[in-house]
C-alpha cells in the first residue's frame, strides 16, 4: 500500500462533497478523504479515534481492501488565518446580528419547531439574503478595523471588505460564557443535500469557524442540577426553553465524547455546583433512531462510558428530536444507562445492540 506522506499533508485530503458523501456516516460534507483513500469521519464511530486541534473527535477508517493496521497519513488541516478570541467575535456578530432582521417566513419556520417571539428576540435568529449584503462588511469593517479579518464569514476582496455568508436563517451559537462564538446558517437553498452550514471565511483564505459546540440557556432561571447535551441547535434551543435546563449542543452525536463538549460541561458544572451545591446531574438526549441505528446507538454506548453518571432521556419513538416531543406534550423521562440498555433489548431490535457491541469490542481491540 502506498501511503508516503506528501510534504504538504493538507493537500492529502479533501472534504467530502454531496457527489462524494462519506462512506462511515454517508454525508456530504464535514468529513474528509485522503488522496490514498483514508477516510476521516467526524460523525460515526469506527476504527482509529483521533482529536484535532479544535478538540472535536474523528475516527479515521482505511482505504477498502487494505491492511487496517497500516498508519494513516497526518492529517493536519491548511493553518488558514488566525481567529478573533471569543469577546471579539461576540462583538463584531452582535453588530452584524443588529443589522439584520428576521424574515416573516423564518419567524414562522421558527414558531413550528416551538420558539416564541421573545426567545427568538433574545437568542438572536437573523435572516440573511441578497438584499443585506451591501455595506454590511464595509460597516463591520470600519466598527471592528483591527478585528473584523480574524472573523469567519469576513474577507478582503479586491482590497474590500466582503462578506461570505450563504443564505438562509442565522442561527447563534454562543459558548459557556454566553459569547456569540459562531454563526450557523440553516440554508435557504437546500438542493445541494446539506441543510445547515457553519459561517467560515476558509475558502478565501480567512479564518474557519473555531469551536462548534454550543451552548444554550432557558429564558428562565436554570435547572442548577442538571445538564442536558444534545446535537441540533435549534433542537437544543427549545429543549432548554422547556424545561429550564441549560442544554449543550454538540455538532454530531460522535462529538458527545470530545474533548471540546467535555471541557464545556466541565465548565457548566462547576458553574452550577457554585450555586446549588449539590452533584450536576447530566442528561444525554440522543435521537430516537437510537434505538433503530446501531451508528448512533454506538455513540450512546460511548458517552455512556465516558459519562458513567450521565441518564438518558427517552420518549415515544414516533418524535426523532427531544423538541418534537416537549412541543406535543409527550412523555419524556430519564432513565439509568442500564434501564436504557434495558429499553433497548425490549425494543426486539437485537441486531442493533449485537452490532453495536461487535463494533465496540473491535474498536476496544484496536485501541488496546
Ligand atoms: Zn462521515
Same mark, same amino acid.
Not at 469521519?41 to 482529536?51: L, S, T
Given at each position: 500500500?502506498?501511503?508516503?506522506?506528501?510534504?504538504?499533508?493538507?493537500?492529502? &485530503?479533501?472534504?467530502?462533497?454531496?457527489? /462524494?458523501?462519506?462512506?462511515?456516516?454517508?454525508?456530504?460534507?464535514?468529513?474528509? $478523504?485522503?488522496?490514498?483513500?483514508?477516510?476521516?469521519?467526524?460523525?460515526?464511530?469506527?476504527?482509529?479515534?483521533?482529536?484535532?486541534?479544535?478538540?472535536?473527535?474523528?475516527?479515521?477508517?482505511?482505504?477498502?481492501?487494505?491492511?487496517?493496521?497500516?498508519?494513516?497519513?497526518?492529517?493536519?488541516?491548511?493553518?488558514?488565518?488566525?481567529?478573533?478570541?471569543?469577546?471579539?467575535?461576540?462583538?463584531?456578530?452582535?453588530?452584524?446580528?443588529?443589522?439584520?432582521?428576521?424574515?416573516?417566513?423564518?419567524?414562522?419556520?421558527?414558531?413550528?419547531?416551538?420558539?416564541?417571539?421573545?426567545?427568538?428576540?433574545?437568542?438572536?435568529?437573523?435572516?440573511?439574503?441578497?438584499?443585506?449584503?451591501?455595506?454590511?462588511?464595509?460597516?463591520?469593517?470600519?466598527?471592528?478595523?483591527?478585528?473584523?479579518? $480574524?472573523?469567519?464569514?469576513?474577507?478582503?476582496?479586491?482590497?474590500?471588505?466582503?462578506?461570505?455568508? /450563504?443564505?438562509?436563517?442565522?442561527?447563534?451559537?454562543? #459558548?459557556?460564557?454566553?459569547?456569540?462564538?459562531?454563526?450557523?446558517?440553516?440554508? !435557504? !437553498?437546500?438542493?445541494? =443535500?446539506?441543510?445547515?452550514? &457553519?459561517? +467560515?471565511?476558509?475558502?478565501?483564505?480567512?479564518?474557519?469557524? =473555531?469551536?462548534?459546540?454550543?451552548? &444554550?440557556?432557558?429564558?428562565?432561571?436554570?435547572?442548577?442540577?442538571?445538564?442536558?447535551?444534545?446535537?441540533?441547535?435549534?433542537?437544543? =434551543?427549545?429543549?432548554?426553553?422547556?424545561? =429550564?435546563?441549560?442544554?449543550?449542543?454538540?455538532?454530531?452525536?460522535?462529538?458527545?465524547?470530545?474533548?471540546?463538549?467535555? +471541557?464545556?460541561?466541565?465548565?457548566?458544572?462547576?458553574?452550577?455546583?457554585?450555586?446549588?451545591?449539590?452533584?450536576?446531574?447530566?442528561?444525554?438526549?440522543? #435521537? +430516537?433512531?437510537?434505538?433503530?441505528?446501531?451508528?448512533?446507538?454506538?455513540?450512546?454506548?460511548?458517552?455512556?462510558?465516558?459519562?458513567?453518571?450521565?441518564?438518558?432521556?427517552?420518549?415515544?419513538?414516533?418524535?426523532?428530536?427531544?423538541? #418534537?416531543?416537549?412541543?406535543?406534550?409527550?412523555?419524556?423521562?430519564?432513565? +439509568?444507562?442500564?434501564?436504557?440498555?434495558?429499553?433497548?433489548?425490549?425494543?426486539?431490535?437485537?441486531?442493533?445492540?449485537?452490532?453495536?457491541?461487535?463494533?465496540?469490542?473491535?474498536?476496544?481491540?484496536?485501541?488496546?
Amino acid at each position: 500500500m502506498n501511503l508516503v506522506l506528501s510534504d504538504h499533508p493538507a493537500a492529502e &485530503w479533501q472534504e467530502v462533497t454531496p457527489r /462524494t458523501a462519506c462512506r462511515q456516516c454517508g454525508k456530504g460534507s464535514w468529513c474528509a $478523504r485522503s488522496e490514498a483513500g483514508w477516510e476521516m469521519c467526524m460523525r460515526v464511530p469506527g476504527g482509529i479515534e483521533r482529536v484535532n486541534k479544535n478538540g472535536e473527535v474523528y475516527w479515521l477508517t482505511a482505504p477498502h481492501g487494505s491492511n487496517a493496521a497500516a498508519s494513516p497519513p497526518e492529517f493536519q488541516p491548511a493553518p488558514g488565518a488566525p481567529l478573533a478570541d471569543p469577546d471579539d467575535l461576540n462583538l463584531v456578530y452582535k453588530l452584524v446580528l443588529d443589522k439584520l432582521c428576521l424574515s416573516q417566513e423564518h419567524r414562522q419556520a421558527l414558531q413550528k419547531r416551538g420558539f416564541t417571539d421573545e426567545q427568538m428576540e433574545s437568542i438572536g435568529f437573523r435572516s440573511f439574503g441578497p438584499k443585506d449584503l451591501p455595506g454590511l462588511a464595509k460597516t463591520v469593517a470600519e466598527t471592528f478595523p483591527d478585528v473584523w479579518q $480574524r472573523v469567519p464569514g469576513l474577507y478582503l476582496k479586491d482590497g474590500r471588505p466582503a462578506l461570505c455568508i /450563504t443564505f438562509g436563517l442565522l442561527i447563534p451559537c454562543r #459558548d459557556a460564557r454566553s459569547k456569540i462564538v459562531g454563526l450557523r446558517v440553516r440554508l !435557504d !437553498d437546500q438542493t445541494e =443535500g446539506s441543510r445547515y452550514r &457553519w459561517v +467560515s471565511s476558509k475558502n478565501h483564505n480567512g479564518p474557519s469557524c =473555531g469551536a462548534l459546540a454550543s451552548v &444554550w440557556r432557558p429564558e428562565s432561571a436554570p435547572d442548577l442540577t442538571t445538564i442536558r447535551l444534545t446535537e441540533g441547535e435549534c433542537k437544543a =434551543g427549545v429543549a432548554a426553553d422547556l424545561t =429550564g435546563i441549560i442544554t449543550v449542543c454538540a455538532p454530531g452525536i460522535g462529538q458527545f465524547t470530545s474533548p471540546l463538549v467535555r +471541557s464545556i460541561i466541565a465548565q457548566l458544572t462547576a458553574e452550577l455546583t457554585q450555586h446549588s451545591q449539590v452533584d450536576v446531574c447530566l442528561l444525554l438526549a440522543p #435521537d +430516537s433512531d437510537a434505538m433503530t441505528n446501531p451508528q448512533v446507538h454506538l455513540a450512546v454506548l460511548r458517552a455512556l462510558e465516558c459519562y458513567p453518571a450521565a441518564k438518558v432521556e427517552v420518549w415515544p419513538v414516533e418524535h426523532k428530536g427531544i423538541d #418534537d416531543a416537549l412541543v406535543v406534550g409527550a412523555d419524556v423521562r430519564a432513565v +439509568s444507562s442500564a434501564e436504557y440498555r434495558e429499553r433497548l433489548i425490549a425494543s426486539e431490535r437485537t441486531e442493533v445492540v449485537a452490532l453495536g457491541q461487535a463494533q465496540h469490542l473491535l474498536e476496544h481491540a484496536l485501541v488496546h
